[in-house]
């Protein structure tokens, strides 16, 4: 989490941050399409 902080914000101080949050909007998008399609396992299934 703390790298993903920090290339966001090389990303808001080179590109400015309205670049930033417009490309960080369809990368938690994304995520979140991911999560519900390759949910995490539940504690105790052993797979």
Known sequence: ??????LW???ADGNGVRLALS???PVVLL????GVRIP???AGDST
């Not at 989490?1 to 920090?6: D, E, F, I, Q, T």
């Open 1 to 6: 989490m703390a790298a993903g902080s920090w």
């Open 9 to 11: 914000g090389i990303a």
């Open 23 to 25: 490309l960080a909007a």
């Open 31 to 34: 995520c979140g399409v991911l």
């Open 40 to 42: 995490l396992a539940r």
